[in-house]
């Protein structure tokens, strides 16, 4: 969690000082080392939901920062040292058929079985 927090206060002093985008970024990985996306686009959803934080102007840097980086291919040069497990997907498993519906009767009641007392 810690390298968590030193991301995110990279990013608010980077975006407080009035960098954005790639200078933004640039910025935060001079100060945390070499990190990766997946770990900037983390700690920016920590800043956008630091209560705290409500200058508007830095959370659209932040936030844009956030989307721009949020698809990035993690490349082999970029050490990412959380894996992610995926449950696997229900259209994967195996599924049993459902049981056979039942078949109604096409046949009308006649008069005598629609009305027993007749």
Known sequence: MGEKK?????????ATAGLSDKALYDFVQMECGKTG???IVRASLLALSDPDLRDGNILNTIY???????LDVVGPDQHESEEV?????????DVEEPAA??????????AVAA???A
Not at 6 to 14: E, N, P, R, S, T
Not at 85 to 93: F, Q, W
């Open 115 to 117: 009305n027993p007392q």
């Open 85 to 93: 497990e995926v449950a696997p997907s229900i259209a994967t498993k």
């Open 101 to 110: 519906k039942r078949q109604r009767s096409k046949a009308k009641p006649t």
């Open 37 to 39: 996306s997946k770990k």
């Open 6 to 14: 030193k991301i995110y206060h990279a990013l608010v002093d980077g």
């Open 64 to 70: 844009a920062l956030a989307i721009k980086h949020r």
